[in-house]
């Protein structure tokens, strides 16, 4: 841990990335950190007392004066998205991080942590995981793999000649997913088919942002120095990946799978060449990092892909890959909470519980707020066709104020229940309220009432009005901040008969006189 008399001073290359939008949050909360400066070729729409925000090419000969009184320099600029000049990739990606090594140790800085990838590692799948002691070969005819290598190999050669001098770690990462990151790739693995070379082996571990967050903070304090993988203990094969959404999948020839894509992409049909065409990505073991900073990632890989698959607006489809875990579970709901302006210390100070029940064919989510006075009544709180739970989060705090149990229910097809995404039959509906009902009498030992709660507004265009009443279909507005759990259409049947309440009195009205869907228990 860092030994300074004042906070630490940090400068983060790549400041508008996907990764420091993970990253800089950490820094900010963090209150042994004074400053962060953050250094990109375009502002970072970031605001912060901690922040500064500076234009700046890596390549700068102006790098030295910029880093100078800082501690650490997280180094996670790089040319990720394929461009069709590779001389300009290569001289960024390379001579950029160079210049970012040599300017950190004449500008006086203690620490840089450069942001790798396990493709360093090359494209090969080795059929065990790989350690640090595999050498990074990269790979040149892929400019992503062999620029990730080529930075290690200088960060070493430079460690050899300055020893103890300044530290240098790079973290390898594996496959990042979350709320912050978009990419062709995920587009790639949650589209309606997918294609890869070697399909029955290919597979990937998916990392979730706040666990890269994380382990990048903890090396920002600690002198690490060396390579070290970054991922989760597990992996998911692409078949899984498929079945978890319902993918076709296919095994495609890679050298006819490379040609095609080639050619798309000097086209411009796609935004990546061949180069990315890959069996899969190497699995890594990442033991060392915890050993060295107690790291240890929360979410497992099959949970991240899950997420991943949700926050596309996608559905899962088998009842074995809901999520369950609390963890897990507000992973995937952190853009619904941040569109609502919920951080996760208000929804830590309300005491959420998650519970994912049986419902016929499908599982079901549900949202427990359990009431401090224990009066022995709960409410069903159904979230409206095209909505989940978590907007209903701030009624059931009220409600569950007012004395009354709480159970947000998730129709079939929304937020994180399984099912067709917006999609719940009249079978499937009462199916999913009479498990709710069950669980409240069973579990929470209460009298429920079934109530839904949080309509929203229809927009219907002449060709939407005209869709709508050919298939039932119906479109909704979109949120004003992302969600990727809202469908876009909902077919929604069997709920119009539940009473509808706006405010918590309305709600603990209606605990005098159970109403509901069906009389089951």
Known sequence: MSDHARGLRIAVTGATSDFAAAILPRLFEDPEVDAVIGIARRPARIAHPKFTSLRSDIRSPDLEETFAGCDVVLHLAFVVEELKDKAETHDINLRG??????????????????????????A???????????????????????????????????????PG???ISMLRCTYIIGPDFANDGIDQFTGLIGAFPEADRASYQFLYQDDMADAFHRAAKTDLTGPYNLGPVDWVGVRELAAMQGQLMFDVPQKAATHVANVAFRLGLTPFSGQWVTPGEPIVDSSALGRATGWAPTLTAHESAAVMILLQGKSLVRREDALERHIACEAAL???????????????????EHRQLDAGDSSVHTEIHRSSTGSGSSVVLVADAGLHARYLTPLAA?????????????LPGHGLSTGTR???????????VDAALRFARTELDTAPVALRSGTRHTVDTLAGGLRRRVTGWTTWEEPTRPDGLLPSRTLIDGSA?????????????????????????
Request: charged residues 20%; proline residues 4%.
């Open 124 to 162: 090969d799948i080795a059929p065990e995981p790989l350690t640090e002691n595999s050498y990074p070969a990269g790979d040149p005819n892929r400019y992503y793999f062999y620029d990730k290598a080529e930075v290690e190999h200088y960060a070493e050669w430079w460690l050899r000649r300055h």
């Open 398 to 410: 009220e409600i569950a104020a007012g004395g009354v149990d709480v159970v947000i229910l998730d």
């Open 497 to 521: 008969d539940l009473p509808y309440v706006s405010t918590a009195a309305d709600a603990l009205a209606y605990c005098f006189g159970p109403i509901g869907l069906s009389a089951t228990s």
């Open 165 to 167: 001098e300044m530290t």
């Open 97 to 122: 991080s160079r210049n970012v090594i040599d300017s950190a140790y004449r500008a006086g800085v203690a620490r840089v942590v450069i942001a790798s990838s396990i493709n360093a590692y090359g």
């Open 334 to 352: 952190r853009s619904a909470s941040d569109a609502l302006g919920l951080t996760r210390t208000d929804v830590a100070a309300l005491d959420v």
């Open 422 to 432: 917006g999609k719940s039959s009249a079978a499937q509906t009462v199916d999913a």
